[in-house]
C-alpha cells in the first residue's frame, strides 16, 4: 500500500462547472491544516513530513510512534495522533492504537477521596501556575484509593471541592486540599506529565509511558503492547480433528494490560502445526465466537465442542508474553539497530533539505539580483540612448574658462562640467552649460578617465597650434544610480 503524505493542498471551487473537492481531498485538507495549526515550527513540520515517509519505506510501527513522539512533545498536539491514523494501512491500525498514547478525554470525571484515609489519598501531583501549566497526578499508589476510584497518571486536576485551580499555584492546591475532609476532585485524561525542575526551566512534557514516577519506577500504562517491529496479521484457518489425537496446542490468557487467548504451546506434527499455527498467535473467534474477552474455562470449552474448527487468529500478536529473556533482548536490540538507522537517515534527509533549501534561497537571490542588474542596465541604455550628445566647436579666443569636476575614480564617475565663467570661449560659445558630461576632447575619450587626466586633456587641446577650433563631444550628464 503506498502512503501518500501531502504537504500542500490546494482546492478549489469551479463556479463553472460546480466542481467541489472529493471526500479524500477534504480529508488531506483536514490533516494538513490540523499540523498547520498546532506545529508552528517549520523545522518540525519538515521532520514530522519525513518520519511519515521513511515509515513507508520500512512499515515500522514502533519506530514511527517513537518517533512522531518526538514532534508530538506537548498535549495540544496530540490530536496529531487521530489526524495520521488515516494515512496508516489498514493492516497496521491496530497495532499503531495499541503503541499511541490513550486518547486524551475533554469529559470530566468526578471521584471523591477521603483525606483522613489512613494510607492517605494515595496519589502525587506536580505542576501549577508557577511552572506555567496546570496540576497533573504523577503517581499513583498501589492499592490506593486514588486508584481504586479510577484515578491514573496522566489526568489533570480541573477543579478541587468545587473551585476552579487554573490560577493556583502548586502550595496554594495542596492548601484547598486540606481545607476538607472529603476531597472532591474533578479530572480529565490528558496522558502527559510535566517535567521541570524549577520555575527557570524550560517546560517539558514526557508521555505517561516514558514517565519515571518520583520513586523511581517507570509506569508503563502501555504495557506489553510493543511488538518489536513484528506485522501482526489476521489469519483463518480450517482444522478437521477427525482421526486425529487433538489439536496439539496449549493456550493460556494474557495479563490485565493484554487481555486474550494465546497459543502457549505447539507440539511438532500436530494438526495446528501443519496449519502453521504459532506460539505467541492471539486466538481471535473459533467457530464464529469472539475470543476477546472470553475466559480460558470457556475458550478450551469451545475449543473442544466440535471436530471441525475455523480459527481466526492475529500471528505473533502476543509473541513478546513468551519471549525468553534472551529473546527479548535480541529483539529490543534489532529494534534498536533499527531505528539508529532511521534516525540517521531522518538527520541525512534533514540535512539535505536545509542544503538545498540554502541553496535554492541562494539561487533565488542570485537570480534576483541579476534580474534586477539587469533592470539598471537597461534603464541607463534607455537613458543614454535618449539624452541630447552634442559636438560643439568652440573657437580659441582667449581662455576656455570652464571647470570640471568628477572622474573615473570619483562618486560621479564621469568628467562633468562644474562651472562655466562669464567672458570666456566656453560662455561665448553656449552650447555647454554646467552639469553637462564631457565625454570627448579633439577624439580623446574622457569617459574613463581620472579628473586630474580629464583637465590634461582639456588644457593641452587648448594649447595646440593645429587648429584655432576645440571640438568637445558632449551631453546632458545622466547619474550613475
Not at 15 to 43: C, F, G
Not at 60 to 75: A, C, Y
Not at 160 to 178: A, D, R
Not at 233 to 260: A, D, R
Request: hydrophobic share 35%; glycine share 8%.
Amino acid at each position: 500500500m503506498i502512503l501518500t503524505i501531502q504537504v500542500k493542498i490546494h482546492l478549489t471551487y469551479s463556479a463553472k462547472n460546480n466542481s467541489r473537492p472529493s471526500q479524500s481531498e477534504r480529508r488531506l485538507t483536514y490533516r494538513h491544516t490540523i499540523v498547520e495549526l498546532l506545529i508552528d515550527n517549520e523545522a518540525e513540520k519538515d521532520y514530522l513530513y519525513d518520519v511519515l515517509r521513511m515509515y513507508h519505506q520500512s512499515m515500522d510501527i514502533p519506530v514511527l510512534v517513537g518517533d512522531l513522539k518526538l514532534v508530538i512533545n506537548e498535549p495540544k498536539r496530540l490530536p496529531l495522533f487521530d489526524a495520521i491514523r488515516p494515512l496508516i494501512p489498514l493492516k497496521h491500525q491496530v497495532q499503531y492504537d495499541q503503541l499511541t498514547p490513550k486518547r486524551s478525554s475533554r469529559k470530566l470525571k468526578e471521584v471523591r477521596l477521603d483525606r483522613t484515609h489512613p494510607e492517605g489519598l494515595g496519589l502525587s501531583v506536580r505542576g501549577g501556575l508557577e511552572f506555567g501549566c496546570g496540576l497533573f497526578i504523577s503517581q499513583i499508589v498501589k492499592d490506593g484509593q486514588a486508584g481504586n476510584v479510577g484515578l491514573q497518571v496522566g489526568d489533570e486536576i480541573v477543579r478541587i471541592n468545587g473551585y476552579s485551580i487554573s490560577s493556583c499555584i502548586h502550595e496554594e492546591v495542596i492548601n484547598l486540599i486540606k481545607t476538607k475532609k472529603i476531597v472532591s476532585l474533578k479530572v480529565r485524561y490528558v496522558g502527559m506529565i510535566p517535567v521541570k525542575s524549577s520555575s527557570e526551566d524550560p517546560l517539558k512534557w514526557q508521555f505517561v509511558d516514558q514517565f519515571v514516577s518520583e520513586s523511581g519506577v517507570r509506569t508503563s500504562v502501555a504495557g506489553l503492547a510493543s511488538i518489536g517491529g513484528k506485522e501482526i496479521k489476521e489469519k483463518k484457518v480450517f482444522l478437521s480433528l477427525v482421526g486425529t489425537k487433538g489439536m496439539g496446542i496449549s493456550i493460556s490468557s494474557g495479563p490485565t494490560q493484554k487481555p486474550g487467548i494465546y497459543v502457549s504451546n505447539v507440539k511438532p506434527g500436530s494438526v495446528s502445526a501443519e496449519v502453521g499455527l504459532q506460539v505467541g498467535d492471539q486466538i481471535v473467534e473459533v467457530n464464529g465466537v469472539d475470543f476477546t474477552n472470553l475466559s480460558h474455562h470457556e475458550a478450551v470449552r469451545v475449543l473442544k465442542s466440535s471436530r471441525s474448527l475455523t480459527i481466526t487468529v492475529l500471528t505473533g500478536a502476543g509473541s513478546e508474553l513468551f519471549m525468553t529473556d534472551e529473546e527479548r533482548l535480541a529483539a529490543e536490540a534489532r529494534r534498536e539497530l533499527e531505528r539508529q538507522e532511521l534516525m540517521h537517515q531522518k538527520r541525512v534527509a534533514l540535512e539535505t533539505n536545509k542544503i538545498i533549501k540554502e541553496q535554492q534561497e541562494k539561487e533565488r537571490q542570485r537570480k534576483m539580483e541579476i534580474s534586477q542588474k539587469s533592470a539598471e542596465e537597461e534603464e541607463r541604455y534607455r537613458k543614454e540612448m535618449e539624452r541630447d550628445v552634442r559636438l560643439l566647436r568652440i573657437k580659441k579666443e582667449g581662455k576656455l574658462d570652464l571647470a570640471i569636476e568628477g572622474g573615473i575614480d570619483s562618486p560621479l564617475g564621469k568628467i562633468v562640467v562644474s562651472s562655466i565663467y562669464e567672458g570666456g570661449a566656453a560662455d561665448k560659445h553656449g552650447g555647454v552649460v554646467s552639469g553637462d558630461e564631457i565625454m570627448a576632447v579633439n577624439g580623446k575619450i574622457l569617459t574613463d578617465v581620472t579628473l586630474a587626466e580629464g583637465q590634461t586633456s582639456l588644457a593641452q587641446a587648448w594649447k595646440t597650434h593645429w587648429s584655432q577650433m576645440v571640438w568637445i563631444l558632449c551631453s546632458e550628464w545622466v547619474p550613475t544610480e
